[in-house]
């Protein structure tokens, strides 16, 4: 199959390892991956800060750039969302027919990694190997925006080598929220501070996601407090193996 990565603009800012992980995983699984470089910001930031009328056009550059894609893969389940949830009402602010259609026929074929490959491929072990003690946050837009269920838990489980343990509270927001991390930061750091307990309490290595922006925030606390946890995204688990992790 051939997969059209949108790596998004947190992650090719920030996060670069994600996208390589994705390339790594997904052509190790047989695929060919292509990076149309003409993608930009998707217009999450935008348009859930209330410019939405701002993000139209990259609404409308995103249809343009991936209209030919057969299938569109992301590590982050949040734009995958902005994609799939925000992109009609867009559409509809715009009062843009064409635009509309753009978004109807393109956002059936945006995914989400893990729900692409446990929903759509039906694969749930892709040959990983990860010798460390886990733990795994459900990121609020992969629960209940995009609603990708467990699929990167039946992911991880079928991972060589790995301590899966369950993460208390699980399904409690960690505080991020983009901007609210910034509009509420008090707010924001008592959720922190409740999902960083359950964190620590599973002792383990390192806490994975599908949502480099959850980790960033999680991980920005767990550094503060020197606790010895590191963070991880879900797809530098499943490209990991045994040939990678010895070198």
Request: aromatic share 6%; net charge negative.
């Amino acid at each position: 199959m051939r997969v059209s990565l949108f790596i998004t603009c947190f992650n090719d800012t920030l996060f670069p390892q994600t996208g390589r992980a994705v390339v790594t995983l997904l052509e190790r699984l047989g695929h060919t991956v292509d990076f149309p470089l003409e993608q930009t910001c998707c217009g999450q930031m935008h348009f859930n800060t209330g410019y939405q009328r701002e993000a139209i056009p990259m609404v409308r550059r995103f249809t343009e750039v991936f209209a030919d894609a057969e299938v569109v893969v992301s590590p982050s389940a949040s734009c995958v969302g902005m994609v799939r949830d925000l992109y009609p009402r867009a559409a509809e602010l715009a009062e843009d027919h064409q635009l509309a259609q753009a978004v109807s026929d393109l956002a059936p074929r945006v995914f989400e990694l893990s729900e692409f490959l446990v929903k759509k491929l039906g694969v749930e072990d892709v040959g990983a190997y990860y010798p460390h003690r886990v733990t795994y946050h459900p990121t609020c837009h992969s629960l209940r925006m995009i609603r990708v269920g467990d699929a990167p838990l039946k992911l991880l489980r079928a991972v060589r080598g790995i301590d899966l343990v369950e993460l208390p509270r699980a399904e409690e927001c960690c505080g991020f929220g983009g901007t609210f991390a910034v509009k509420n930061a008090d707010t924001s750091m008592a959720m922190l501070g409740d999902k960083l307990r359950c964190v620590l309490d599973t002792r383990a290595e390192f806490c994975a996601s599908a949502d480099t922006s959850c980790l960033m925030h999680i991980g920005g606390a767990l550094h503060r407090q020197r606790a010895g946890v590191g963070t991880v995204h879900l797809a530098e688990i499943l490209a990991s193996t045994e040939s990678s992790v010895s070198r």
